[in-house]
């Protein structure tokens, strides 16, 4: 059983581009979650999908910031307009339900903006 | 609401001497706990979980965690330190679907 992947796992882009992100979870996962993580602190919740509804969405994602899951499978986290506060590290997760949600993380994608 | 708090951000011990990392957690309901590791530029691996059965549990790499409510503690213990050890820990509380995490605290291994 491979584990969650993404992709890329390093971007960098100039402000005001758009950049996407991909992250494909563990098969047969039907949970997938979003975090973004900056230097120096833990992981902050960004949103979250069961199959491919969007359940719960964070403060932290703004109007410029939208995700999908549209199979229910490979979910994408597009940013608009980058500006250089979304400089992180973006992490995805999923878990299947009745395991205590226990969520499995990928390798994240670092995305850094000039 | 959910929170966790990691006291010391930086942990230094010497190659085989005990590792403890101290995490507190404050829950309004019977908590699910858990710790993972982070490698420099990694994603975040599963150590161990806490989901109210036995209150001590072992986890992967010789790691272990005692779940204490009188405390609202979940510190994390290794009896013997490798320097393959040395990485950023995170305690993390469930709080309805998604994961609170604390701050972090970055074990250094001295040779």
């Known amino acids: 059983d491979t584990g969650v992947s993404q992709d890329p796992r390093h971007k960098i882009t100039k402000r005001g581009q758009n950049v996407t992100f991909r992250c494909d979870p563990i098969?047969?996962?039907?949970?997938l979650y979003w975090y973004r993580q900056t230097l120096g602190q833990g992981p902050e919740f960004l949103t979250y999908?069961?199959?491919?509804?969007?359940?719960?969405k964070s403060r932290l994602l703004s109007d410029r910031f939208s995700a999908e899951r549209p199979k229910g499978s490979f979910s994408t986290l597009e940013i608009q307009r980058t500006e250089q506060g979304d400089s992180a590290m973006y992490l995805c997760?999923?878990?299947?339900?009745?395991?205590?949600?226990?969520?499995?993380f990928g390798p994240g994608t670092r995305l850094t903006v000039l | 609401a959910q929170s966790v708090t990691q006291l010391g951000s930086h942990v230094s011990v010497s190659e085989g001497a005990l590792v403890l990392l101290r995490c507190n957690y404050s829950?309004?309901?019977?908590?699910?706990l858990f710790w993972y590791v982070q490698y420099p530029n990694q994603g975040l691996q599963l150590l161990l979980k806490?989901?109210?059965?036995?209150?001590l549990v072992k986890g992967i790499n010789g790691f272990e965690a005692e779940f204490k409510k009188s405390e609202t503690s979940f510190h994390l213990t290794k009896p013997s330190a490798h320097m393959s050890d040395a990485a950023e820990y995170f305690c993390?509380?469930?709080?309805?679907?998604?994961?609170?995490f604390g701050a972090g605290t970055i074990l250094r291994v001295k040779s």
């Open positions: 997760a999923s878990s299947l339900i009745g395991d205590a949600d226990t969520q499995y």
């Open positions: 098969s047969e996962h039907n949970r």
């Open positions: 999908f069961q199959n491919e509804a969007q359940l719960e």
């Open positions: 829950s309004s309901v019977p908590p699910y």
């Open positions: 806490y989901t109210s059965a036995a209150t």
């Open positions: 993390a509380v469930l709080y309805g679907n998604k994961l609170v």
